[in-house]
């Protein structure tokens, strides 16, 4: 089924992912590939530079592993991740490429895939010709004087912006700059990040045609279907997301939907489906008079349903939200498999977030207060942001009194995990040290980052890291068991961070609460003057200066 593929498909692309390395580089200003320098000895190769950070890397060109180039072991950057480095590499692959062709009257070929169906996926292609005769080739440049619209790779004609290509790792063009690209009248194309387009006998040419996965403005349809599904297809009216609770803690989430069945361009029937599963359906055609006997049975439908899901005993269902329609649907069954949380991997656990909540120690579900009143609807022109009772639970933070016997109770009862904090965790490689980047939500600061700290370590790690988290400005507080951090190190912005008896991972400020580990990163990313690391240092200063120096 179509949702299975999606499902394999992902999973395949980030095993891929994780063995990918920063295989372009900049030498003397210019994006080359590492491979141009395997035959060269190594004292004859040049010394590149990071195209995201500016430092200098040290070429790997073994014959084991793939090419690539590295940092530094203490210096941080985001091209230390597998997503940016397979982004970078595909955007000054494919700019390279481009360019290399502008001498010869160049055109830009597409290969669009036919959208199949609801239920299947389909292979047929279609080839069109997107762009032709740019002269210049820019990546993240701006289409007009002081614009902040920087597509990934625009194309150029006598310094005029004719055509940009955005690349796709793990998320798509957000709506705010695909309708900046359409005001500036710029047709766009989105193509997924791939290893195998940059190297190899499959890697793209320009004389090939170019895989997208979406095409934006100027008339074109951001998808096609072949004719066959055109014939036969099925349209998206409403969708509405379910949660079932049960017990033990026991959670399961549905995503329902109603299509229309669509055959030789006529309406044939409504079907009610869950995931890719046909729960019902009931003919129909474009006529009101036979639409609300259809509507009206795939109600009763649903409703018996999710009674079948619910079952005996004390299980019950939640959906604080009427069908969702238009850009609120659409994005609701198209992202489900993406929007996943490292604090709720639910799908959708940003848009749609649970309200209820399990009492291990009472063995019951609860309600919390804040999540009382709070619905899932919302507007359709906002279907990509995160759900405002995601904010509201998530983005407050969640503070108790902190116990004087906290310190050395089973408040610390294990090591934390980086996990807890994010997905975007990068090890330093010469010590037990993870950097949690966070994407910041002001216009001020780009990124912060918390330092989690997993077992104890030199200072000269300690301070190596922080030199180089100084020099690249990201503000910054270090989380580790007390067990972890020295008195030494009391100029430091510093906060206890562990596992509690119960496995929660938590973090503690004086003065201040005891915080869930995704509340405290999720404050610390918005600039909670709570959480600063001015205020922590301050906070926590009488607790570094009991402990003793290393």
């Not at 359709?380 to 503070?399: G, I, L």
Request: glycine share 6%; with cysteine.
């Amino acid at each position: 089924m179509k949702s299975e593929w999606r499902h394999r498909a992902l999973d395949c692309r980030f095993r891929r992912m994780a063995r990918i390395g920063l295989a372009w580089v900049l030498v003397d200003g210019r994006p080359r590939s590492v491979s141009e320098f395997a035959a060269l000895a190594p004292r004859r190769r040049p010394r590149p530079s990071c195209p995201q950070c500016g430092r200098r890397l040290t070429l790997k060109l073994g014959r084991i592993r793939r090419h690539h180039a590295a940092h530094a072991p203490n210096d941080f950057c985001a091209a230390t991740q597998p997503e940016t480095a397979l982004h970078l590499d595909t955007k000054l692959y494919l700019a390279a490429q481009l360019a290399s062709a502008v001498a010869s009257d160049p055109a830009l070929v597409i290969r669009r895939r036919c959208e199949g169906s609801a239920l299947e996926t389909c292979g047929a292609v279609r080839e069109e010709r997107f762009v032709e005769g740019w002269d210049e080739v820019v990546v993240e440049a701006g289409v007009a004087a002081e614009s902040r619209l920087r597509p990934d790779i625009s194309l150029s004609r006598s310094g005029v912006p004719i055509a940009a290509i955005e690349v796709l790792v793990s998320h798509r063009v957000p709506d705010e700059k695909a309708l900046a690209l359409a005001d500036a009248r710029l047709p766009w194309i989105e193509i997924r990040a791939d290893p195998d387009l940059l190297e190899g006998d499959t890697g793209w040419r320009v004389n090939r045609a170019l895989d997208v996965e979406r095409v934006g403005s100027h008339g074109r349809s951001p998808t096609w279907r072949c004719d066959e599904h055109v014939r036969r297809s099925r349209r998206l009216r409403v969708a509405r997301v379910v949660d079932i609770y049960r017990e033990g803690g026991v959670r399961n989430r549905a995503i329902y939907r109603v299509d229309e069945q669509i055959i030789e361009n006529a309406v044939t029937a409504l079907v009610l489906r869950r995931g890719a599963r046909d729960v019902a359906s009931h003919p129909c055609d474009e006529a009101r008079q036979t639409q609300r006997p259809a509507w009206h049975a795939l109600r009763i439908a649903f409703i018996e349903d999710v009674q079948r899901m619910v079952g005996e005993g004390n299980a019950f269902a939640d959906s604080p939200m009427g069908w969702a329609s238009g850009d609120a649907a659409a994005n609701l069954v198209e992202e489900a498999l993406l929007d996943l949380h490292p604090a709720d991997p639910t799908p959708l656990a940003t848009r749609y977030p649970r309200r209820w909540y399990f009492a291990r120690d009472r063995g019951r579900w609860f309600l919390p207060r804040d999540m009382r009143d709070v619905r899932w609807d919302r507007p359709e022109h906002d279907a990509f942001a995160a759900h405002p009772a995601w904010t509201v639970s998530r983005a407050r933070v969640r503070e108790r009194p902190v116990p004087e016997h906290a310190w050395r109770g089973v408040l610390f009862a294990s090591r934390t995990s980086p996990a807890a904090f994010g997905q975007s965790a990068a090890t330093v490689p010469n010590g037990p040290i993870a950097v949690v980047t966070l994407e910041c939500a002001d216009a001020v600061r780009e990124q912060r980052a918390l330092v989690v700290i997993t077992a104890p370590v030199d200072d000269a790690v300690v301070r190596a890291l922080e030199r180089s988290l100084d020099a690249e400005r990201i503000e910054h507080v270090w989380l580790s068991h007390p067990r972890d951090w020295s008195g030494s190190r009391s100029d430091l912005s510093w906060a206890a961070a562990a596992r509690d008896e119960r496995g929660r991972d938590v973090v503690l400020v004086d003065g201040v609460g005891v915080f869930r580990a995704h509340a405290f990163a999720e404050a610390f990313r918005r600039g909670d003057a709570k959480v600063s690391p001015e205020a922590v240092r301050a906070r926590m200063s009488a607790r570094v200066s009991s402990l003793r120096p290393r």
